[in-house]
């Protein structure tokens, strides 16, 4: 599998974390757990989780 590429907006406090970070572990598994919204069909070899640590909300999010 190809390597993936992140960009994040932490300029604007919406940070990823990626699988190299120490927290995301246990972020994705609160994602698998379903206390955060719908599981994943995929695994999470290439996967983020993007924090809002903005103070608003967001309202439209794209990946390619």
């Known amino acids: 599998m190809p390597a993936a590429l992140y960009r994040d ?4 406090g919406l940070p990823f974390v990626t699988p190299g970070d120490p927290t995301f572990r246990s972020l994705a598994e609160e994602i698998l757990s379903g206390t955060i919204g719908p599981q994943p069909d995929t695994g999470f070899e290439n996967a983020a989780v ?13 990946f390619i």
């Open 9 to 12: 907006l932490a300029s604007f």
């Open 50 to 62: 993007l924090l809002n640590r903005s103070g608003k909300a967001v309202i439209a999010l794209a």
